[in-house]
């Protein structure tokens, strides 16, 4: 009998730590939760923390510029005109690229500042994140994939830049934008009413 139960207890820890290992791996931001930590370099070589931006709104824009869906927002200059719009009201806009090395998206940094000029892109900073733990951590599928972090650093709102999915630049002005809405009332110190969406666009070449 004490055999059997020691087999039980041995077995039942054993599935708390591969559900534990398990869940570590697959952990993402909880809107309503705090956003995970980080720190990543951004092209000109400066690093970043989520840390140094307390008190201030955050956004976080997972960026791929070959990818169809993010030239169909940056080609129309709908996510430029976002990044304006807000980052002169003192949100910090943060693009980040995770594509591994060799993978589509992946580029040094001078090319990174080489497009963002070319694009006329005016976010606080592009973060580069090659080994995708800072995806990884927030769960990020699809470029654009859009996150908004209040001052107290807790996630306010994941998913859709608007609920167009399409690489059609016709829908953008028919769209509703989740980021946009999201700002303009957390801002004005709404709650924010739709803070969770299903992401589009291109996966995040991990």
Request: proline share 7%.
């Amino acid at each position: 009998m004490r055999t059997n139960r020691r087999m039980l207890l041995t077995s039942a820890l054993a599935t708390l730590v591969l559900f534990a290992t398990h869940g570590r791996a697959d952990a993402a931001a909880v809107v309503g939760q705090p956003a995970p930590a980080f720190t990543l370099t951004d092209t000109n070589g400066k690093q970043h923390s989520l840390a140094d931006f307390k008190g201030k709104y955050v956004v976080l824009e997972w960026v791929n510029h070959e990818c169809p869906f993010v030239k169909k927002h940056y080609g129309s200059g709908n996510m430029q005109s976002l990044q304006k719009k807000y980052v002169d009201q003192g949100v910090v806009w943060l693009s980040i690229n995770s594509s591994a090395p060799g993978k589509q998206g992946n580029y040094p940094p001078e090319k990174w500042n080489e497009i963002t000029t070319e694009v006329k892109a005016v976010p606080t900073a592009v973060l580069l994140d090659p080994d995708g733990t800072v995806g990884r951590a927030y769960g990020a599928k699809t470029t654009p994939h859009m996150y908004i972090i209040d001052p107290e650093g807790t996630l306010i709102y994941a998913g859709g830049i608007d609920d167009k999915p399409s690489t059609d630049p016709d829908d953008i002005p028919k769209a509703k934008n989740y980021v946009d809405l999201a700002l303009t009332e957390a801002l004005s110190g709404q709650p924010v009413a739709i803070a969770s969406t299903t992401p589009y666009g291109c996966s995040v070449k991990y």
